[in-house]
């Protein structure tokens, strides 16, 4: 057996044994930080999920009950404005990217400061729409703060439109074209049908991405602790609303911001696998 | 037969009229959609534009009022008299000093992680484990922020922070490091939140660029007798570094700007300690708690901080994106 073992073998073979039980139990503790926080939210948050929370409004502090109707219609709204202004953009600009201008200069350009908007931190989008937006309008407002998350989605959308255009066969273009049928023709009903699997995922991940953002929102949309579906005041929402009842001592305020927590979280986990499951199935067709 | 040409021939005049008009429609509606995602294409570039505009509007006030000793003074106090005397070193200290601690722990463990899914772990477990650590970075940072008061914060500084205190009271330059009093809010809390939130960004870069490897190389280097580790260290890492450095420059650029989970547990202070055990503060984290309430020129040095943080992560992702673009050009190649 020791003539199959050069020298310093064994001392190796140790070496490789404890790196390899650290990179198990690195592995461990990524997932056991997933684990956490999830246990967490849920131990703090079940109890204060209740129909009350999707039926009622914030209550004023020092109350009892209440929910957080307005929060969760706020940010119902502001994300469905968001990814109506961004939604569009994004899928025009990563098909101008992918169909029209792929050997350009300028798409090299674009993907590359687009990439670099994609992880730009958030607060500076608030900061930019509060300049560009709320003061111009002074004063916060709804539409601000879905301005915000549109700009957010923008990015995001690029990515995956032109990623997913770019895996379309250039063959069916062709096939298309030689039929006669105009460019943006071969566009809209060829290249898009051929990848909407694609291009819905990058619209749930665009929602996933937006839903929870806090940080652009806290100066935009500001907050509101009333029923108010007016774009140009301060609209509530959600996270904003988590954020100022979490920093509160009011017991009932701290039980709801758990609560609006955990209904985030397990929102946004939800698209997250639903986009990740969507391509994964479009991938092993 | 001239009676049947004649209306023919018109008719077929007719219909060549009314091709034209047709294809004239397809044309300017072909032209129009072009236009459009052009447009659309080039905003994207008008973004970043009116991000850059709108911060140098804002921050000029105080550009004007404090110039480069805005760099260097660690005084924020916005309420001085006569004139506020604000420095924007605390919190671009915080925010460098935070990222750099959060990349230290994030980059061995999320190597360790990406080692673990390509070369250890059975198939069968890849894609949900790979799909767990990814879904870390699904979580909104509002979030991590809560778990990191209520839970991490108290737990670190009951148990963690006491034994390093105690650890390197005697050694020198370390006992200012690790010095106490625990503290539930400190750079050290908001390092470790960073680390667990860019985590997932590491791990699947790093096992994206670590599956670019030809095999024939792993293989040849296992096939003369290497361990794993030596293959990964001398095969893959080797093949790999440009793609690992990129990713690790991503991360770090998510690290410098991230928000909500910082203002949470770093404490909210401006001045400078040595000890990471010490509240500190971040230019994020400043802005978050600060810019809602905050008028005139104190408005101004938090959009000037915000100047500098995106200026700052810019140049970091644009690193993080040349590497990538030069290690995809390669796997490519």
Same mark, same amino acid.
């Given at each position: 057996?020791?003539?199959?073992?050069?020298?310093?073998?064994?001392?190796? @073979?140790?070496?490789?044994?404890?790196?390899?039980?650290?990179?198990?139990?690195?592995?461990?503790?990524?997932?056991?930080?997933?684990?956490?926080?999830?246990?967490?939210?849920?131990?703090?948050?079940?109890?204060?999920?209740?129909?009350?929370?999707?039926?009622?409004?914030?209550?004023?502090?020092?109350?009892?009950?209440?929910?957080?109707?307005?929060?969760?219609?706020?940010?119902?709204?502001?994300?469905?404005?968001?990814?109506?202004?961004?939604?569009?953009?994004?899928?025009?600009?990563?098909?101008?990217?992918?169909?029209?201008?792929?050997?350009?200069?300028?798409?090299?350009?674009?993907?590359?400061?687009?990439?670099?908007?994609?992880?730009?931190?958030?607060?500076?989008?608030?900061?930019?729409?509060?300049?560009?937006?709320?003061?111009?309008?002074?004063?916060?407002?709804?539409?601000?703060?879905?301005?915000?998350?549109?700009?957010?989605?923008?990015?995001?959308?690029?990515?995956?439109?032109?990623?997913?255009?770019?895996?379309?066969?250039?063959?069916?273009?062709?096939?298309?074209?030689?039929?006669?049928?105009?460019?943006?023709?071969?566009?809209?009903?060829?290249?898009?049908?051929?990848?909407?699997?694609?291009?819905?995922?990058?619209?749930?991940?665009?929602?996933?991405?937006?839903?929870?953002?806090?940080?652009?929102?806290?100066?935009?949309?500001?907050?509101?602790?009333?029923?108010?579906?007016?774009?140009? @005041?301060?609209?509530?929402?959600?996270?904003?609303?988590?954020?100022?009842?979490?920093?509160?001592?009011?017991?009932?305020? @701290?039980?709801?911001?758990?609560?609006?927590?955990?209904?985030?979280?397990?929102?946004?986990?939800?698209?997250?696998?639903?986009?990740?499951?969507?391509?994964?199935?479009?991938?092993? @067709? | 037969?001239?009676?049947?040409?004649?209306?023919?021939?018109?008719?077929?005049?007719?219909?060549?009229?009314?091709?034209?008009?047709?294809?004239?429609?397809?044309?300017?509606?072909?032209?129009?959609?072009?236009?459009?995602?052009?447009?659309?294409?080039?905003?994207?570039?008008?973004?970043?534009?009116?991000?850059?505009?709108?911060?140098?509007?804002?921050?000029?006030?105080?550009?004007?009022?404090?110039?480069?000793?805005?760099?260097?003074?660690?005084?924020?106090?916005?309420?001085?008299?006569?004139?506020?005397?604000?420095?924007?070193?605390?919190?671009?200290?915080?925010?460098?000093?935070?990222?750099?601690?959060?990349?230290?722990?994030?980059?061995?463990?999320?190597?360790?992680?990406?080692?673990?899914?390509?070369?250890?772990?059975?198939?069968?477990?890849?894609?949900?484990?790979?799909?767990?650590?990814?879904?870390?970075?699904?979580?909104?940072?509002?979030?991590?922020?809560?778990?990191?008061?209520?839970?991490?914060?108290?737990?670190?500084?009951?148990?963690?922070?006491?034994?390093?205190?105690?650890?390197?009271?005697?050694?020198?330059?370390?006992?200012?490091?690790?010095?106490?009093?625990?503290?539930?809010?400190?750079?050290?809390?908001?390092?470790?939140?960073?680390?667990?939130?860019?985590?997932?960004?590491?791990?699947?870069?790093?096992?994206?660029?670590?599956?670019?490897?030809?095999?024939?190389?792993?293989?040849?280097?296992?096939?003369?007798?290497?361990?794993?580790?030596?293959?990964?260290?001398?095969?893959?890492?080797?093949?790999?570094?440009?793609?690992?450095?990129?990713?690790?420059?991503?991360?770090?650029?998510?690290?410098?700007?991230?928000?909500?989970?910082?203002?949470?547990?770093?404490?909210?202070?401006?001045?400078?300690?040595?000890?990471?055990?010490?509240?500190?503060?971040?230019?994020?984290?400043?802005?978050?708690?600060?810019?809602?309430?905050?008028?005139?020129?104190?408005?101004?040095?938090?959009?000037?901080?915000?100047?500098?943080?995106?200026?700052?992560?810019?140049?970091?992702?644009?690193?993080?994106?040349?590497?990538?673009?030069?290690?995809?050009?390669?796997?490519?190649?």
């Amino acid at each position: 057996m020791n003539a199959f073992s050069p020298p310093g073998y064994a001392a190796r @073979k140790r070496v490789n044994e404890i790196i390899m039980g650290l990179c198990v139990a690195a592995t461990a503790l990524g997932l056991v930080w997933l684990f956490l926080i999830l246990v967490t939210l849920l131990w703090n948050g079940i109890s204060g999920v209740s129909l009350a929370v999707f039926t009622e409004m914030t209550p004023p502090p020092n109350a009892h009950g209440g929910g957080l109707l307005n929060a969760i219609v706020g940010s119902l709204i502001m994300t469905a404005i968001g990814i109506a202004i961004g939604g569009p953009i994004g899928l025009f600009a990563g098909t101008y990217m992918a169909e029209y201008g792929r050997h350009e200069k300028l798409t090299t350009v674009i993907r590359f400061i687009n990439d670099i908007l994609l992880s730009a931190p958030s607060i500076i989008i608030g900061l930019f729409i509060y300049g560009a937006v709320v003061v111009p309008m002074h004063g916060f407002s709804g539409i601000a703060g879905a301005l915000a998350l549109a700009v957010i989605v923008i990015p995001v959308v690029v990515r995956t439109t032109e990623n997913m255009l770019l895996l379309v066969p250039q063959q069916l273009r062709e096939a298309a074209a030689g039929l006669g049928v105009p460019r943006s023709k071969v566009i809209r009903d060829v290249a898009y049908r051929a990848a909407k699997t694609g291009l819905i995922t990058g619209g749930l991940l665009a929602v996933a991405r937006i839903s929870g953002e806090t940080a652009p929102l806290l100066f935009t949309a500001l907050s509101n602790q009333f029923w108010s579906i007016d774009l140009t @005041k301060e609209m509530a929402n959600l996270p904003v609303t988590i954020n100022n009842f979490i920093n509160n001592p009011d017991p009932n305020w @701290k039980r709801l911001a758990w609560a609006g927590a955990l209904i985030i979280t397990f929102a946004v986990l939800a698209l997250n696998i639903a986009a990740r499951s969507l391509s994964s199935r479009n991938a092993s @067709k | 037969m001239t009676d049947m040409t004649l209306p023919a021939q018109a008719d077929s005049r007719a219909s060549a009229a009314n091709k034209q008009s047709v294809l004239e429609g397809l044309r300017t509606r072909d032209r129009a959609f072009f236009w459009l995602t052009r447009l659309s294409a080039l905003l994207v570039l008008a973004i970043l534009g009116g991000i850059i505009v709108s911060l140098v509007i804002g921050a000029w006030p105080a550009i004007k009022a404090f110039g480069f000793n805005f760099l260097t003074v660690q005084r924020w106090a916005p309420n001085a008299q006569p004139e506020p005397i604000l420095g924007g070193l605390g919190p671009i200290y915080g925010t460098l000093v935070s990222s750099l601690i959060a990349m230290a722990i994030a980059v061995p463990v999320g190597l360790g992680i990406a080692i673990f899914l390509t070369e250890l772990c059975p198939q069968k477990l890849r894609q949900p484990i790979a799909t767990a650590v990814e879904l870390l970075a699904g979580i909104p940072s509002i979030i991590y922020g809560m778990w990191g008061f209520f839970v991490l914060g108290p737990f670190l500084a009951e148990h963690f922070q006491p034994f390093m205190i105690k650890t390197f009271e005697n050694v020198p330059v370390l006992q200012d490091v690790f010095k106490g009093p625990a503290s539930n809010l400190s750079l050290f809390n908001a390092s470790l939140v960073l680390a667990i939130m860019v985590l997932p960004f590491i791990t699947s870069v790093a096992r994206d660029v670590f599956l670019t490897v030809p095999p024939v190389l792993k293989e040849a280097a296992y096939g003369v007798g290497c361990t794993t580790w030596e293959v990964m260290r001398n095969v893959v890492l080797p093949y790999t570094r440009v793609g690992v450095i990129g990713g690790v420059m991503l991360a770090l650029g998510r690290a410098l700007g991230e928000t909500m989970a910082v203002t949470f547990v770093i404490g909210n202070s401006f001045k400078i300690s040595p000890s990471i055990f010490a509240p500190s503060t971040t230019i994020s984290a400043a802005i978050a708690s600060e810019f809602a309430e905050a008028s005139d020129v104190h408005q101004s040095a938090l959009i000037l901080l915000g100047l500098l943080l995106f200026v700052l992560t810019f140049f970091v992702l644009a690193i993080a994106r040349l590497l990538l673009m030069r290690a995809e050009r390669r796997s490519g190649a």
